[in-house]
């Protein structure tokens, strides 16, 4: 259990840079109360003086409605006063636990739901305890005002768990947790004793600090119950989780780990896969061009074998057409002169001439029909020439 002097410097870490909103949480909502309050008075006031003023009107009717507005009027800010002094016990509490409530938060707690209700019962109950408890002695009655000093705040934590509420049920938890402690509680109020006496004497301005000081302890003290109060096995359970929730962060790194190398993995086979298909893709278009040039070589070799050897036989045959003539005369004459007789060597050259040449003329003929009929319109006219 810590000591008093930590549990106040617990409460002055809270507070330290937030004195504004910690004055503000309890001063805002009792100065709205106060200016509700004396709004309505001043309207009882008023209506109080027009029916005294009418002389008809019996005193008697008069009296018991302004009472009656009267008590309403205190019940209300009486109930209010409740539900805000124990929203803002809250707010203190929230801030020890490391949250800040806003001030509407702070003074609308109590009033959300069905809580006004339940803190309504604890008061209830509470007093009526307390009341019974004083009737032995005033010391008894002091002694069960300690023990179920914390039913409020584990009220607040049933609230907030949605936990099963009933008015006695946050009062026994109360007198359970404060077994042993109530005289560390009463040493502890104790010691804010000298405080709000000098705050008295400044004219009540220290309250203004003293108040949210005073009760940001007491919700220290009450966070400090919590952690005394729970048993080894939770904290050995709370150890096991911790380790289990390591454990189990790092199989879902080593998983999330092992789903991006498969991830990884996939695409690089993907992109494997991809680039194979292009790569084969590529082999068979230049396959395909090289069996389409290789065509065309075929088709020009061939081009060029066809063409090539029709104009060597065209060169030959007019290399013929150019050579037979002459060997065709030389042979003719040949014969011929030796065909000829001893009289026709006497006749004269004319007619040896022309005997020479009307012999020669047949062969000539005969010779030009044993040539090929593919000759080329050149040497067709060629050898009209020659003939004439």
């Not at 092992?258 to 084969?280: G, R, V, Y």
């Not at 070589?297 to 057409?321: N, Q, Y």
């Not at 040539?371 to 050149?378: A, E, F, L, N």
Request: proline fraction near 3%; hydrophobic fraction near 40%; include cysteine.
């Amino acid at each position: 259990m810590k000591t008093r002097k930590e549990l106040k410097e617990q409460a002055k870490t809270a507070l330290r840079g937030n004195w504004p909103w910690a004055i503000g949480v309890f001063l805002l909502p009792i100065l709205v109360l106060g200016v509700i309050f004396f709004a309505l008075s001043a309207v009882i006031n008023m209506i109080w003086n027009i029916v005294t003023s009418d002389p008809s009107t019996s005193s008697g009717v008069v009296a018991i409605f302004i009472i009656m507005t009267f008590l309403m009027v205190a019940l209300f800010t009486f109930l209010a006063t409740i539900g805000i002094g124990v929203g803002v016990s809250y707010a203190y509490l929230d801030l020890i636990r490391g949250r800040k409530r806003s001030f509407r938060e702070a003074a609308t707690y109590a009033f959300k739901g069905q809580h006004f209700d339940s803190i309504f019962g604890v008061w209830l109950v509470n007093l009526f305890y307390v009341c019974l408890w004083s009737l032995l002695l005033i010391i008894p009655g002091w002694v069960k005002a300690y023990s179920y000093s914390q039913s409020f705040f584990i009220l607040k934590d049933d609230m907030d768990q949605d936990k099963g509420i009933t008015t006695t049920s946050a009062i026994t938890k109360s007198r359970l947790l404060m077994e042993g402690h109530k005289k560390e509680l009463f040493l502890l109020n104790l010691s804010f004793i000298g405080w709000y006496f000098l705050a008295g004497l400044i004219g009540g301005l220290g309250c203004l600090i003293l108040i949210p000081y005073h009760a940001t302890t007491l919700a220290a003290f009450y966070e400090n119950l919590l952690e005394q109060e729970r048993p080894k096995e939770l904290d050995v359970l709370e150890e096991k989780l911790a380790e289990i929730k390591v454990e189990s962060d790092q199989a879902m790194a080593e998983y999330q780990l092992q789903e991006a190398e498969k991830k990884a993995e996939k695409a690089k086979a993907h992109s494997d896969k991809i680039t194979k298909k292009l790569a084969a893709q590529k082999d068979r278009e230049e396959k395909r061009l090289e069996k389409v040039a290789e065509k065309r070589e075929r088709r020009e070799e061939k081009a060029a074998k066809k063409g090539k050897p029709a104009k060597k036989s065209t060169k030959k045959v007019e290399s013929s057409e150019k050579e037979e003539p002459a060997v065709s005369k030389k042979e003719t004459q040949d014969k011929v002169t030796d065909g000829i007789s001893s009289d026709e060597k006497d006749a004269s050259p004319k007619d040896r001439e022309e005997k020479v040449s009307s012999k020669a003329q047949p062969k000539a003929n005969q010779s030009s029909s044993k040539k090929p009929k593919s000759k080329s319109k050149k040497s067709s006219k060629k050898k009209s020439k020659k003939r004439k």
